[in-house]
């Protein structure tokens, strides 16, 4: 009997799979057709965002601060949220020379739900509606989870990288459906491609890209939602800037090193420009660098082999520091560090106030 209906769980899951084989072979040019009319009309008739008001979370530095000049640019008027007063009033001065009719300047931390809802209070206070919300604060976490002496210490980085989500999103959508407006989320490549040594950021971000798939489907005719997986991109994560599995936030390149090895930077000038072109065009998702797509083509394809070389470039190691990984290594390699990285990135400086 026990034969038997093993034979016939076989059976049925081998017909699913023909099914389904057949029902994408079936359906996929049909979609591809769709997917390349829509991004036609997207690059024909993309949304115009002078004028529109536009909420980012994280605009002190890195992505935030380059989304900020590239909405300017495109004469938006902007709210920008951060914790670095002083800071955040150099973005919106540059902000206002680069072409944005207004900016409001918020000190806030996305972590308190009440300062959340009070900076989104305030956006609609000072312009009166609000188009789109960029949700972008995070903090990057590095460490093997076996070596955590307390996971408590990574409260914060949920709370930051989660919640700093999830806030901002829950007292910006009555605005927002008042003016059929977006909600940007920027996640992370770790939602896709899990890479070692960043256990509790991985997951964080994971969380964050499964909230908004599932808000997409709630608010769909609604609010429109794109969500950003950036790769390696110059900002002051990349630069090292860390939350350690000891709970303190410091900047530790040779950690940095340990982790993105020679993977290569891209600037946030770039990114920026290239996330808001998309943004307008109402992409559901942005992978920049592009070429970050075939990686994640790759995890669902042969995750074994995406496992593997993870594995290989930021666990395995040379010597006895936990950081002497292959990655590490051959940024070593005469020339690669100049080829991979930015000159802004072998700084450890970044903005304190």
């Known amino acids: 009997m026990a034969a038997m209906a093993q034979l016939a769980s076989w059976l049925a899951g081998a017909a699913v799979r023909v099914a389904l084989a057949a029902l994408l072979a079936l359906l996929l040019p049909a979609y591809r057709v769709y997917k390349l009319t829509a991004s036609l009309l997207g690059a024909l008739l993309p949304d115009d965002v002078a004028g529109k008001v536009v909420l980012i979370t994280g605009a002190t530095s890195g992505i935030g601060e380059h989304l900020a000049y590239e909405y300017a640019r495109r004469g938006a008027y902007l709210a920008l949220?951060?914790?670095?007063?002083?800071?955040?009033?150099?973005?919106?001065?540059?902000?206002l020379a680069l072409g944005s009719p207004d900016v409001l300047v918020v000190p806030a931390d996305v972590s308190s739900p009440?300062?959340?809802?009070?900076?989104?209070?305030?956006?609609?206070?000072?312009?009166?509606?609000?188009?789109?919300?960029v949700n972008n604060t995070s903090i990057w976490q590095v460490g093997k989870f076996e070596e955590v002496a307390d996971v408590n210490h990574f409260r914060k980085l949920m709370d930051i990288n989660f919640w700093g989500h999830v806030y901002p999103t829950r007292h910006a959508i009555p605005h927002l459906k008042k003016t059929y407006g977006r909600i940007i989320g920027v996640t992370s490549n770790s939602s896709y491609i899990f890479i070692g040594r960043n256990t509790f950021y991985n997951a964080s971000k994971a969380a964050v890209l499964n909230f908004y798939d599932t808000l997409r489907m709630e608010l769909a005719g609604d609010i429109g939602i794109t969500e950003v997986v950036p790769g390696v991109v110059e900002s002051e994560?990349?630069?090292?800037?860390?939350?350690?599995?000891?709970?303190?936030?410091?900047?530790?390149?040779?950690?940095?090193?340990?982790?993105?090895?020679?993977?290569?930077?891209?600037?946030?000038?770039?990114?920026?420009?290239?996330?808001?072109?998309?943004?307008?065009?109402?992409?559901?998702?942005?992978?920049?660098?592009?070429?970050?797509?075939?990686?994640?083509l790759l995890r669902v394809s042969f995750p074994e082999v995406m496992d593997w070389s993870s594995r290989l470039l930021t666990v395995r190691r040379f010597g006895p520091a936990t950081m002497d990984t292959v990655g590490r290594w051959l940024l070593g390699v005469p020339g690669q560090r100049w080829l991979a990285q930015p000159a802004s990135l072998r700084s450890p400086e970044i903005k304190v106030r």
């Open 81 to 95: 949220v951060a914790r670095r007063e002083e800071s955040l009033r150099e973005v919106g001065n540059a902000a």
């Open 114 to 133: 009440d300062d959340c809802r009070k900076f989104v209070d305030n956006t609609i206070r000072c312009f009166g509606r609000l188009d789109h919300l």
């Open 237 to 296: 994560i990349t630069k090292g800037k860390m939350l350690t599995k000891e709970g303190d936030m410091r900047v530790d390149q040779a950690e940095r090193d340990a982790i993105h090895g020679t993977a290569p930077v891209e600037r946030t000038g770039d990114f920026a420009k290239a996330v808001v072109r998309d943004v307008c065009r109402r992409e559901r998702y942005v992978f920049e660098p592009r070429w970050y797509r075939a990686v994640y």
